[in-house]
C-alpha cells in the first residue's frame, strides 16, 4: 500500500474528518480540500472543511465553497484532521486549536519548508500543485471524479501553477489536468472565474501599487507596498492584492519581488523570485516559508524597518546565489 493509500484507508473509517486549509488560503488549498470533502462527502461520510480565514471572494465559486467553515462549534469533536497545505499546524492559523487531542493527524502538502508533523504525511515538494498531492488520495476514496470534485482540482492545479507556466509543472500536472477535463472540469470556466472576473477597485489597487514601485540591487530587486490607506483610497480588500507581486516580477531583470501588506498582526510579505534565488530561504529567516519560487513571511516591525530588514535578507541571497553560480551574476 502506498502511502496515499494508506491515507485514503485511515479516512474512509473515520466518523468525523476537520480538514483545514492555511491562513490566506488560496486556489490550491481551497480546490484540494474541497475535493477532498467531496470524496468524502460522496461516500456518506462527515467532514469539515475549516478556513480560519474564510473563503476569498473569487473562489466562492467552487462546488461546495458555502459549506466551508470560518469557524466550530465547540461540542463538535472529530477523529481525524487533515492539514492541507499547512507546512507546520500553526499555518492553520486559530482554528489549528481545534486539532488538539485529535487521535489522527494527516499532513498533504508540496512545501519545502513542512516539518514532516502528523501521524501520515504525504508530501511531495516536487508537485507543482498540492492538488496533484492530494489527488490520489481523493481518487481511492471515491474512484468516479465527478465534476465538481474535478472543477475543485482543477482550479487548484491551474491557479497554482500559474496557469501550467511555472517552473514547478510536470508532465504529471498535464495528465492530472487531461483526468480533470476528461472528468467534466472546463478549463475555460475556471480561468474566468478566477482570472476575468476581477473588481474594478481591484485594478484601483494595483494601479496605486504600481505607482509605488520601488528597485533595489540595480533593478534585480522590485517592491511596493500595499497600505491600510490605499485600501480605504481604492475601495479594495487586501485579498484582492494577490497578483500584485507576480506582476512585479514580470519586469526585465527582475530576480525578487516583494509586495509589503500592512496588515493588524504586522508586515505580510508575498515573495517572488527566479534565477536561482530562493525565496523560501529569505522567508524562513524570519520564520515563514513557501517554495523556492514563491514564499511568504510575517515582520513584527513598521512598514519602514520591514522593507530595511526583509531587502537585507534579499541581498544576501542574491550574494550567495551569485556565489554558487558566478557566471548567472549579470
Ligand atoms: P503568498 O505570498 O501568496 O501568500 O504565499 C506564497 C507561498 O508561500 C504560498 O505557497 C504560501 O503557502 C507560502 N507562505 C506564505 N506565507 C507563509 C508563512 O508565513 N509560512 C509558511 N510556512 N509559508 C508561507
Ligand atoms: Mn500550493
Redesign the pocket.
Known sequence: MNPAERIAEALQSRRNVLLLN?V?P?G??LGSTLALAHALWGRGQRATVGSSDGVPVMYRFLPGSDRVAGEIPAGETFDAVVFM?C??PD?AGALAARAAGVPLWVNIDH?L?NTGFGHLVLLDVNAGAVAEVAYPVVRTLHPSIDRDIATCLLTALLT?TGSFHYASVTPQSFLLAADLIRAGASPTAVYAEVYENRSAASLRLLGAALSGLAFAEGGRVAWTTVTQAMLRETGATMEES?GI?GTLRSIRGVQAAL?FKEEAEGI?????AQGGIR??VI?ETF?????AA?????VRASLDEAVRRALGAVRQELAAAAHAHPGDAT
Open positions: 492555511h490566506s488560496d490550491d488549498c497545505e507546512s507546520s499555518r512545501h519548508s497554482d494577490e507581486v509586495l505580510r510579505v508575498s515573495l517572488r525565496a523560501n522567508a520564520g515563514g516559508g513557501g517554495h514563491a514564499a511568504g513571511f510575517t
